[in-house]
């Protein structure tokens, strides 16, 4: 069956501090792995990684794709009470369908 | 990045009725895609609406229960039918651009069933 697993489900860590976010899958062919934040209702995207693209960068967050271990990791580093927010990571076979992990809620706390 | 608008961003609804769901793109797409988020949960696709055919929906999802429509490119609804308090979710449309492959979600709509 495909899964998409992320560790830890939740996360509490103080403002500046630095985490770090798991996400694994169990299927080697597919296309995409994706990061999205969602704070509200509506997740926002952050990362799409690629077997051409397999690390991203933008201001304080990160994100590298192993494959050869089969998952992908997202940093924050310097948190703010801005980050807190459930992080979803997300596959994408090809069919442009998305298979969702069970997300990761981060609190930071000032 | 295509801009998405959903109606109505949140709706409170008895049990037994239906509600309509509409997702606007300011850009022609080939597929849409609708989700339910459920308290506590992850997002599920709830079916992949292609302009001109009938919705392709996944495994636990019925037309029956979710009608979909897609009369255009760059629009799509969805129907909740006969709700029950079960159906209380996050509903939420996403498309694909075209270049990035990157995929983005519409603002969401609410709905409690009570």
């Known amino acids: 069956e495909d899964k998409v697993v992320q560790s830890p489900l939740s996360l509490v860590v103080h403002e500046g501090d630095t985490v770090t976010l798991n996400c694994s899958y169990e299927?080697?062919?597919?296309?995409?792995l994706l990061w999205y934040k969602q704070e509200k209702k509506a997740p926002t995207f952050l990362f799409m990684l690629?077997?051409?693209?397999i690390e991203k960068k933008s201001g304080r967050l990160s994100s590298i794709l192993d494959k050869k271990e089969l998952s992908s990791i997202l940093n924050i580093t310097a948190t703010q009470t801005g980050d807190s927010a459930i992080y979803l990571c997300?596959?994408?076979?090809?069919?442009?369908?998305?298979?969702f992990g069970t997300g990761t809620r981060l609190t930071i706390i000032p | 990045s295509a801009v998405i608008s959903q109606k109505p961003s949140r709706d409170i609804c008895q049990r037994g009725t239906s509600l309509t769901i509409q997702c606007q793109v300011d850009?022609?797409?080939?597929?849409m895609f609708w989700y339910r988020q459920q308290p506590g949960q992850s997002l599920t696709l709830i079916a992949t609406?292609?302009?001109?055919?009938?919705?392709?929906?996944e495994s636990g999802f019925v037309i029956d229960k979710f009608p979909i429509s897609r009369p255009n490119l760059t629009f799509s609804t969805l129907t909740v039918s006969n709700m029950s308090p079960e159906d209380s979710s996050i509903y939420l449309c996403?498309?694909?651009?075209?270049?990035?492959?990157?995929?983005?979600f519409g603002p969401g709509t609410r709905l409690t069933v009570t």
């Open positions: 996403s498309v694909e651009d075209g270049v990035s492959y990157e995929q983005y």
């Open positions: 299927v080697t062919n597919f296309r995409s």
């Open positions: 690629t077997s051409s693209g």
């Open positions: 997300a596959r994408d076979f090809g069919n442009e369908k998305l298979t």
């Open positions: 850009s022609q797409v080939t597929m």
């Open positions: 609406a292609n302009q001109g055919s009938e919705a392709t929906y």
